[in-house]
């Protein structure tokens, strides 16, 4: 494995004197290179588990980067000589929409579905499939594995932040195709929420050690829609719309539905969003200021023939959730399905289970009709 060079950028110049008695200390521009062992204690804000780190990412020399951004961000990226490497964001999701990282919902273009984590956290589990070679395993051990694993908490009343989400990126020279590895790809998550609960005073309900984890979902796994008993359960089939890929239901914060036709072209896209996810869709439509989009004053919308989506809300504990329904080729030209009358009543009826299936294993009520 190739060996990187990560820094720990600090502005104080005594914290770099103390460093420097305390271990060995390289500068290079504005940033400033830790490979002591004191260097876990304060990344990412002291937020992190040294024991559960270490345990994960394996004993070599560590070097690590430290940047603290605005809008209640803090991120830090660990690195192990001769093993692996985590990339950590802790985000205060008051200021959801703020931050230049958005919340993670799975690998940017990837065909691959996040899956819940499960075991009593709010969360994602998510990785890039390997797209090299049709014959080939998505998930092969060719490279090291680069995994997401991306917790929300709910603090209590008590506490000044409303919630919080956890992300960390962590990447290992192990397969996900082994079960037994899997857990290891969540584990500096977990601690690393469990401990900035503590820390900032958020008192979340947290869940409990991730013993077993599902694949994500890659986009040939799919099946009849018929058959379907996870996020797609119980949408109806129509002409052209057969086929359903879809990953269990399980506390995940965003929840995909992908629908097409046999010839497996993606017909429609449903999603659910919870929690500080649904606050930051909305905010983006506001911000976007596109007419049509999802807005806090409209809290359901069925699409006309040129319509760019359906959507309706929820009321949830944690705020409103916010289902979507998106068609395939909708616009231009091209488009492959024209919208008909049948068209429109079939993503009404789709969009309406869809909602209802989701909000009521989350608890929440019942989406708004009209």
Known sequence: MAVRRIVLRT????????????GYLLVHGDFQRWSDESALDGACDGLLDRNTVRSVLGPGAVEVEHERRDAGLVGCEVHVHDGGTAEIRVLDTTHVGQSFDSLYTGPPGASALSVP??????????????????DTDPFRADEDEKVTTSLVLACTKASSAKGMSVTVETTLDKTLDDPANRPEFA??????????????????KLGKPVLSLDLPVNEDEYKPLGTADGTC????????VAIATETAR???????????????RTRYVLAANYGPYAQEQLLGYENEQIDDTPNADTPVHHR???????????????????????????RGEDRKYPRSEADLAYERAALKTFAERSAKAHGCSAPVTR
């Not at 984590?117 to 049709?134: E, I, K, M, Q, S």
């Not at 359960?233 to 052209?240: E, I």
């Not at 539905?257 to 497996?264: F, I, K, P, Q, V």
């Not at 809300?313 to 909708?330: I, S």
């Open 250 to 264: 399980g506390g995940a914060p965003h929840e995909t539905c992908r629908l097409a036709d046999t010839g497996l």
């Open 117 to 134: 984590v499960g075991h009593g956290w709010t969360g994602l589990f998510g990785a890039d499939p390997d797209t090299l070679g049709a």
């Open 304 to 330: 006309d023939p040129d319509g760019l989506m359906s959507w309706t809300t929820a009321k949830c504990l944690d705020g409103r959730a916010l289902f979507t329904l998106h068609p395939a080729h909708d």
């Open 233 to 240: 359960s119980d949408v109806p089939a129509a002409r052209g």
């Open 187 to 204: 584990r500096i998550a977990t601690s690393t929420a469990a401990k900035a609960s503590k820390t900032r005073h958020c008192g979340a």
């Open 11 to 22: 502005l104080a110049a005594l914290a770099a004197t103390a460093v420097a008695v305390a």
